[in-house]
């Protein structure tokens, strides 16, 4: 067997294979990282100097750049700021040279030649800009023409104008009247004056660094000096004509030749200012230190150039580094995938086969046999099967328990509703076949409720439990016998006539009438059986347990114990159907329905603190109906909502006017109906703003078995009416299947005990550790503890006891009318 030889474990198996691709990966990766340090710390110099002859070569830009514009600006508006200026600018730029050639020394590159050519050009420029500036300091070097101007333009000019105000003054020293001529001499005035601020103008252009060809104030010299010589021939035909005055005669001459002169001497002016000897300075600019700025603009763009070029030559140098480096990651990811490949080999071996071989193992049972699989490929393997042997087994034992929970009661393991479905189905389809005859009877418990109510819900179980085991002591081998539910049981009767049933009914009739011993305690019940025959009254499930219910009501309504279905019986136990008529009618006139009130009282106080509002309806025939058939009636009928609504705005309009002022809260019941009804909680807002009832003053009592029947929409519900402020109080609580930690979920503040439980704390100890468990754990979730039930004040004292809060009971007041309810209060408080 494998148990005694060693499995292979796949563990070590993946552990060697793994640690041998990491010793792989970790080599590659050490290879990687000097290969990529070696690479870098060769470089990382180089790039280093790149970047510092780049730094470099930007400020330096920006230093010629300065230096030039600085030039420029002395050429145009000398300021002695623009020589420190220049001057400091120089030396920063050959500081930077010096020191970029002090980081290059121990390095041999293609940047050595650009940078010492703009050391040589910078200090080259530097040495012209102080030449230029001192020879600047020379007005007659830096505009030559000036002598000129002033030799040859400013004799004339004096001499022209002194004979036109000759002239004109004359007029004024002989009193000689203002004549033709007199005005065509200050026109002429006004014509040279014209001139001569052109002139100035011109002289100022000229003296900027613009090499500006002809300005537009030379056209105007040119137009006001015809103008002049023209002003001059009217002037000399006068004189011709002997129509000067004498004073005027002399001077003309004069004008006439200062004019020729002037603009003989202008001309000669713009012929050397079109020779380029008007600046000397410009003229210095344009052939000493323009080229060597272009020099230098060369020289930094061979640098960057160089420079570019090198840091290429590093980023090939980078990038064949990569490569290499992708190269060797490549190789460390083809053995990752041969890894991967590997590993997937040996698992799909290992581990995926084995699996499918189970899978497959597991897939191949057929019916309620299972197979036992084995796989020893390995240890883990091995284990896996095991487990799933184990897991299958108790499966199975699950499933067959689940299988016979679903289709059997809890209680008395007979089977239930749903067996018992399936079984009638089966048992029509074989008399079908055979052509014979099946009867349904259907049996429901007589007074079993007062027992429930008087001994409590264990003794009830025990009694369901003892019928039951009689029941299936009653019955052939061939019937089934189930619990349908509550107090109700069914018997299929296969093979059977209709007399026969009844026969039958009557075994059973007997057998339940029978004393039931239980916890001292000598029960009689007795039982109502309907029967329906197939094919008789009917041939499908529905249509049969139908019948049978009919009949089983019929007997039950008239004590006849058992009861066959009749096609006549359908229009119904009458009395039944007049009741339902009776609701109908009660419900829509509210003449017989009635609110009655009974006190609940704070333990520590005394005092009431609350009433809880409960229907009556006092039939005119049958007298009181119970509460419990009133709403069972009303549920199958359809007139809940409408008593529901009925009950509600009279209790809580009764309470307004009585016992508002009074101090205590109003409790009213709801049914499993209520909570199915999305309406609900905007009915009871209406209600409470119509009478003006403060919400907190209103406790609504859910039954703990309402509640679990739907508990999501019971929770929904719930919570709107907790966000409404209505006070939530658990009813009847022990008598479902609900829990403590459940009912922490919901948004309740009461739990009412159920008064089957406090009927016997007194004389049961398990019972009265029930109610004492109930209570501390009632208040250490944080709720109120209402007990109800109390008839005797041995009972009260006991509860006093186990700190209850609250208790309701006929020791405190049986449920009275609003009047009589006054009364006694009033009495209780004095």
Same mark, same amino acid.
């Given at each position: ?61 920006? &230093? ?129 004056? %014209? ?13 900027? /660094? %613009? ?121 460390? &990811? ?186 001292? %305690? ?27 219910? &009919? ?148 406790? /609504? ?72 468990? &109930? ?56």
């Amino acid at each position: 067997m494998t148990k005694n030889r060693k499995l292979p474990s796949l563990r070590k198996r993946y552990i060697t294979l793994a640690s041998l691709v990491i010793t792989l990966l970790i080599a590659g990766a050490g290879i990687a990282s000097w290969y990529t340090n070696s690479i870098t710390s060769s470089n990382l110099t180089a790039l280093e100097l790149n970047k510092s002859v780049t730094a470099t070569a930007q400020r330096l830009h920006h &230093t010629s750049s300065l230096i030039s514009m600085t030039i420029n600006a002395m050429l145009i508006n000398p300021d002695i700021s623009h020589e420190v200026i220049i001057d400091e600018n120089m030396n920063k730029a050959l500081q930077l040279i010096t020191e970029l050639q002090l980081k290059l020394r121990s390095e041999t590159t293609t940047l050595e030649q650009p940078i010492n050519d703009l050391y040589f050009f910078f200090s080259e420029l530097k040495k012209k800009t102080q030449i230029l500036t001192e020879k600047r300091k020379d007005s007659s070097w830096v505009y030559p023409a000036l002598p000129f101007i002033s030799s040859k333009l400013l004799t004339p000019n004096k001499n022209f104008i002194s004979s036109v105000e000759s002239s004109i003054y004359g007029y004024h020293i002989e009193d000689i009247p203002y004549d033709k001529t007199y005005h065509q001499l200050h026109e002429l005035r006004s014509l040279w004056q %014209n001139k001569t601020l052109n002139f100035r103008a011109v002289i100022i252009r000229f003296a900027g /660094l %613009n090499n500006t060809k002809r300005t537009p104030q030379e056209d105007t010299i040119d137009k006001l000096q015809i103008k002049i010589d023209n002003s001059l021939k009217r002037l000399d035909k006068l004189k011709t004509n002997d129509e000067l005055e004498l004073h005027v005669e002399a001077y003309i001459q004069i004008m006439k030749d200062s004019s020729k002169e002037w603009e003989k001497q202008w001309k000669n002016m713009q012929k050397l200012r079109n020779n380029n000897a008007w600046r000397n300075d410009i003229i210095f600019l344009q052939k000493e230190i323009i080229p060597l700025q272009e020099s230098i603009n060369l020289s930094m763009e061979n640098l960057e150039n160089s420079s570019l070029n090198w840091s290429q030559k590093q980023i090939k140098n980078l990038s064949d580094a990569a490569n290499k480096i992708i190269s060797e990651l490549w190789l460390l &990811t083809l053995l990752a995938i041969s890894f991967v490949f590997f590993a997937y080999l040996m698992v799909e071996k290992l581990v995926l086969q084995p699996i499918y071989r189970i899978t497959q193992s597991l897939t191949m049972k057929i019916g309620p046999y299972y197979s036992h699989i084995e796989d020893n490929s390995s240890k883990e393997i091995n284990a896996l099967t095991s487990a799933f042997n184990t897991m299958q087994t108790q499966i199975h034992q699950r499933q067959v328990a689940l299988e016979h929970q679903a289709m059997h009661d809890a209680l008395t393991n007979l089977p239930n509703r749903i067996l018992f479905n399936d079984r009638l189905t089966q048992a029509i389809n074989m008399m079908h076949r055979s052509k014979e005859k099946l009867a349904v009877l259907l049996l429901d418990l007589d007074r079993f409720k007062d027992v429930n109510d008087t001994l409590g819900h264990h003794i009830g179980d025990q009694l369901l439990k003892e019928a039951s085991v009689r029941l299936q002591d009653s019955i052939r081998s061939s019937d089934t016998v189930a619990r349908l539910g509550g107090d109700e049981f069914a018997i299929i009767a296969p093979q059977t006539s209709a007399n026969e049933a009844l026969e039958f009914s009557k075994k059973i009739i007997e057998t339940l009438s029978r004393v039931f011993k239980l916890e001292h %305690n000598n029960i009689f019940v007795g039982v109502s059986i309907g029967i329906s025959m197939y094919p008789d009254n009917g041939t499908d499930n529905y249509t049969l347990i139908r019948h049978a219910d &009919t009949a089983m009501y019929g007997a039950k309504y008239n004590n006849q114990g058992a009861l066959l279905y009749l096609a006549s019986q359908d229009k119904n136990t009458p009395d039944k159907l007049s009741l339902v008529n009776d609701l109908h009618h009660a419900v829509e006139n509210k003449t017989e329905l009635s609110i009655h009130y009974q006190p609940q009282i704070d333990l520590l106080t005394d005092k009431v603190i609350q009433v809880e509002a409960l229907l009556r309806w006092h039939h005119p025939t049958q007298g009181f109906i119970s509460a419990e058939e009133v709403i069972s009636l009303a549920e199958k009928t359809g007139v809940i909502q409408q008593l529901t609504i009925w009950v509600l705005n009279t209790a809580i309009e009764e309470f307004m006017r009585y016992l508002f002022e009074k101090g205590i809260n109003l409790s009213i019941n709801l049914s499993t109906w209520n909570l199915q009804d999305p309406d609900l909680p905007s009915t009871i807002k209406k209600l409470l703003s119509y009478h003006q009832m403060p919400s907190n003053r209103l406790t /609504l009592e859910i039954t703990e078995t309402t509640m679990m029947n739907d508990p999501i929409r019971a929770r929904n519900v719930l919570n709107e009416l907790n966000e409404m402020g209505i006070i939530l109080s658990i009813d009847d609580y022990g008598t479902g299947f609900s829990s403590l930690s459940y009912l922490k979920l919901l948004p309740v503040h009461e739990l009412k005990i159920d008064k089957s439980f406090i009927f016997d704390m007194l004389d049961n100890e398990s019972v009265a550790i029930i109610v004492k468990s &109930t209570i501390e754990l009632a208040h250490n979730l944080g709720y109120k503890i209402i007990a109800e039930g109390v008839e005797n004040k041995e009972t009260l004292l006991e509860l006093k006891t186990l700190n209850c809060d609250i208790i309701q009971g006929y020791y405190i007041s049986k449920p009275i009318s609003i009047d009589q309810f006054v009364i006694w209060l009033i009495k209780h408080n004095h």
